[in-house]
């Protein structure tokens, strides 16, 4: 039998609403679930570029958007989902680099021939503010994109290398600064004082040879 430590009552959830830190987890685990929030919120704004071509920074929001789901809508306590997320966002924000220097290329280009242009002046300008008004606006976003992209990526790595100590800690034989029951069962268990009324706390000491049994 286990502690209820570790099996909670029946209808206690053992996992936090999507969206909400874990206080079972490490601070670099909620810190990139958080982040990945933001990202997969301006990832969806970015497939609006699959309107504008080139389609590079839709694809990278496409990409940021399913990377971001292993964690924000999925299951954030295995390494390997932030690990997809790592190298999801990766692509992604190399995406929205090439797009970014993309549109910026091809506004110069408009600009400078909007300026060799003698005839029409009036219309060219009005023309070149138009362009103007929809493309900085996608660049924002494509550079606000890229910036956290790569910090989703490098958080995502930082967590998965916490988790996989929190389990290898595990498996030695460590729960909570405590011997582990599900690695030790033979361990005795004693009981301590009582934390909050009817739930009684259970301590997994290590087991000791003794001479005499003790009456």
Not at 62 to 75: D, K, P, Y
Not at 114 to 135: F, K, M, Q, R
Not at 189 to 200: E, F, H, Q, W
Request: proline content about 9%; glycine content about 6%; some cysteine.
């Amino acid at each position: 039998r286990q502690s209820r430590v570790l099996n909670p009552a029946p209808g206690v959830p053992t996992h936090p609403p999507m969206c909400q830190n874990d206080p079972n987890l490490p601070p670099k685990v909620n810190f990139a679930k958080s982040l990945a929030v933001a990202t997969l919120i301006l990832g969806v704004i970015s497939l609006c570029g699959f309107a504008l071509w080139p389609y590079f920074p839709a694809i990278g929001g496409l990409l940021a958007v399913f990377g971001c789901s292993f964690i924000v809508c999925g299951e954030g306590r295995n390494p390997r989902s932030h690990a997809v997320c790592a190298v999801l966002c990766t692509f992604a924000a190399a995406a929205h680099l090439t797009g970014l220097i993309m549109w910026v290329y091809y506004f110069v280009v408009f600009v400078n021939a909007v300026d060799d242009e003698d005839d029409e002046e009036v219309s060219t300008a009005i023309v070149a503010y138009w362009i103007g008004i929809i493309l900085w606006p996608v660049i924002a976003v494509s550079l606000v994109c890229f910036i956290l992209e790569t910090f989703q990526a490098v958080n995502c790595i930082q967590a998965r290398i916490a988790l996989m100590k929190r389990t290898e800690m595990s498996s030695v034989g460590v729960y909570n600064g405590q011997s582990n029951p599900l690695q030790n069962p033979g361990a005795p268990r004693v009981a301590t004082a009582t934390p909050a009324p009817g739930l009684a706390k259970e301590v997994y000491a290590t087991p000791v040879a003794v001479g005499h049994p003790v009456h």
